[in-house]
C-alpha cells in the first residue's frame, strides 16, 4: 500500500509563503500525475493544482493562478506546492493525491492515492 506524507504546513500573516512537500512510501510506484486539494471547515474538498508527468504540463484552480506553483520529481513520486501571497481564505487543510490512470485530474475521483493532510492558516 503506498502511502503519502504532506508536510510544510502551518500558520502564517496573509501576504506570507509556505511551501508544501509530500513524498510517496514507495518512490518508484509508477503515477501518472499528482495534485494538491484542500478543504476548508464546512467546505468540501475542492481542487488546487495538479502536475501531469508526462510533459502535459500543470493546472490550476482559478482562485490561486498567479500566486501558487507545482513543481515535483516524477522519479521519486515527489511534490511541491509553493504558495505565495497566500490570503485568509487559503486557509484550509491540504491534501497531496497521485493518480494511477488516466483522468482529468482536477476531480478528487481521479486519484487513487491520499495523504493524511496538512494544515495551512492564514491570518488576517
Known amino acids: 500500500q ?22 510517496a512510501s514507495q518512490p518508484t510506484f509508477s503515477s501518472r500525475a499528482m495534485g494538491w486539494f484542500r478543504q476548508a471547515l464546512g467546505n468540501e474538498r475542492e481542487f488546487v493544482a495538479a502536475i501531469i508527468w508526462s510533459g502535459a504540463g500543470t493546472y490550476y484552480a482559478d482562485s490561486v493562478k498567479g500566486r501558487f506553483t507545482i513543481s515535483g520529481a516524477n522519479a521519486k513520486n515527489t511534490v511541491y506546492l509553493q504558495m505565495n501571497s497566500l490570503k485568509p481564505e487559503d486557509t484550509a487543510v491540504y491534501y497531496c493525491a497521485a493518480a494511477l490512470f488516466r483522468g482529468v485530474y482536477v476531480r478528487a475521483n481521479d486519484y487513487d492515492y491520499w495523504g493524511q493532510g496538512t494544515q495551512v492558516t492564514v491570518s488576517s
Not at 2 to 23: H, I, M
Open 2 to 23: 503506498v502511502q503519502l506524507v504532506e508536510s510544510g504546513g502551518g500558520l502564517v500573516q496573509a501576504g506570507g509563503s509556505l511551501r508544501l512537500s509530500c513524498a
